[in-house]
C-alpha cells in the first residue's frame, strides 16, 4: 500500500496545497523529513516512530529527543505508546521493544510472541493500551501482553485467522468491549470481556462484500467510528446496525481517526490528495477543512492544542484553533470526488465544490501518467456542481481523475473493472 501511494505521488510530481489552510502546518525540524509511520500523545508526551528509531517530547512539542535504534534490521515502527515513562514500539517484522529511559535503550519484548503463519505476528500494526494489558494488531492476528505481572505475549483469540483476515489494522477498546480493524471483506471483529474469541460481523450489517477493508477504530465515548478504504461507518454499539456516513470521496489508501471529546479528525489518503475532514457529533457528520497534495498522512495525535501528523515527509503540526470549519456558503476550497461507488461503470458523474465561479478543466490519466481520455473543460458557478463522463473507453484498471480550477487542483482515484 505504502509502495502504491508512493509510486501515485511520483506519477504526476504535483506539488500543490489547496486552500488557504495548508500554510497552517509546521513541520517539526527535529524529525527527518521523511516517512513517520506511527504518532501518539497523551498530555504533553508524543511519540513518534520513524524508520530506526523514536522521536518522543516530553514538553508538549517544545523539544524532543531521538531514540537509539531500536534494533538492527527495523525499517519500520508502526506503533507507539508511553506508560508509565515506559516507551513501547512496535515494529514490521521484528515485534515489540521497550525502553525504560525513553529510547536511550531498547530491549526485546516479544516473548511469546511466536508461532503465528511464516511470523506474520511480528509485523506489528498497532499497539492498544487498557488498563494493565498491552495488545498488538498485528499481520498474524491479534495478541495480548498483561503489564502487571512477569509473563509473556498470548494469541488473543482464533477468529481473524479462521475467518481469512488476519491482517489487523486498528484496535480500539472502551470498558467492557473490544473492536477491530481487519480483513479485507467489510469485516468488524467484537470481542467483551471474558469472550472466549471474537465474533465476525459485517460492517455493511449484510455479508461479505469483497474490497472492503476497514483500516481504523477509535471509540469516541458515544459511539464506534470504523474508517474503511470506502469511507466511515459508525455503531453505537460496535455491534449492527453499522451506518455509513461518508464522505463520498473516492477510495482511500490510509484513514487515520484522531478523537478529543465529541470532537473527530480524519485525514482521508485519496491517491495523491490527503483530504482532512473534521466531525463535531461523535462521527455522525462530516465537513471538509482543508486538502492537500503530495501529504500521505499515517497517523493523527493530538496534544495540548494542537494536531500531529505523521507523514511520508515528516512530523507536522498546526493549532487546533486554525481548524476553521466550513459554514453552509461556498466551499474555503476546491473539493472533487466520485459521485457514485467503485468501480466505476460506462458513466461516471464527478462532483466538485468550488469557492468561486471558475473555468474548470478535468483530466483523466493512467497509472503511467498519460493522459487517457480528452479532458472536460468548461466554466461553472461557485458551490457544489457535477458533470457527466462517458468511461467506456477506458480498459480495466487505476486511473487518477484530476481538477483544475485556476490554480486550485484536487485529484481522485478510479478503478475500473470489467
Known sequence: MIAVLRSCLVLLGLLVAVGPAAAQWTRIPDVPASDVFSVWANGDTIAAGVDTAVYVSTNAGATWKRSAKVAAGVTTINGVWVRNGRLYAGTFGQGVFVSDDLGTTWLGFSQGLVGGFANTQLNISYLLIRGDSLYAATEGGAWVRNLAIAGTWSHFGNAFEANEAPQMLGIAGNAARLVAAAGFNGQVFVRDRGDADWTEQWVNDIGPQP??????????????????NIGVFISTSGQAPWTHV?????????LPLVVRGHDLLAAFGIGLTSVLEFSGDDGATWQEIETRMNTGIYRLAISGSDLYAGRIDGLWRRPLATLAVPG???????????????????????????????????????????????PIRGSWPAGRNESSWNARGLGPGVYLARLTAGSRRAVVRMVRAR
Open 328 to 374: 453552509d456558503g461556498p466551499p474555503a476550497q476546491v473539493r472533487f470526488a466520485i459521485a457514485g461507488s467503485q468501480p466505476i461503470g460506462d458513466e461516471v458523474r464527478f462532483r466538485f465544490d468550488l469557492p468561486e465561479p471558475s473555468p474548470v478543466t478535468i483530466e483523466v490519466f493512467d497509472v503511467a501518467g498519460r493522459r487517457a481520455a480528452d
Open 246 to 254: 461518508g464522505p463520498n470521496l473516492g477510495l482511500a489508501f490510509f
Open 211 to 228: 474490497g472492503l477493508a476497514p483500516l481504523s477504530v477509535v471509540w469516541t465515548g458515544v459511539r464506534w467510528v470504523m474508517g474503511t
